[in-house]
């Protein structure tokens, strides 16, 4: 077996799941059922705040906290749910995103890195009110 580099996994990952820009992440939002994953630790959300509605599930944790179909989806995401994935800097969500299309889910896109986010004028919010 052919092992692969990490910048294998980043390429394959890039060119099966689409890619959004801000303008078209925004479109999204507007006109389709969504849900914003932010696959950053929980460190980053404290430090640097997150998208606005977004929900935190680590990379690391992505393949155990959802499943297509199943009660293992805490979000109730089907098959008409958009999945707009993000990171720090968009790798990780390249990663996830291919992940998640992998474990059975439709409609996929990385929307790239936070930073991107916030150059763009995108709206964040605060860790502190991002618990319940």
């Not at 155990?64 to 999945?83: Q, R």
Request: proline share 2%; glycine share 6%.
């Amino acid at each position: 077996m052919q092992h692969k580099t990490l910048n294998d996994l980043l390429i394959e990952a890039n060119n099966e799941v689409r890619s959004l820009d801000y303008v078209e992440t925004l479109n999204k939002i507007e006109h389709d059922k969504c849900v914003i994953i932010d696959v950053r630790e929980e460190s980053e959300l404290i430090q640097h705040g997150y998208i606005k509605n977004a929900i935190n599930i680590p990379r690391g944790l992505i393949e155990f906290k959802l499943a297509p179909d199943s009660a293992n989806n805490p979000i109730n995401i089907d098959n008409n749910t958009n999945i707009l994935v993000y990171c720090a800097g968009g790798y990780r969500s390249a990663l996830a995103a291919k992940v998640l299309q992998d474990l059975g889910f439709e409609n996929v896109f990385n929307i790239g890195g936070f930073a991107d986010w916030v150059n763009s004028g995108g709206e964040i919010v605060k860790w502190c009110t991002y618990h319940y």
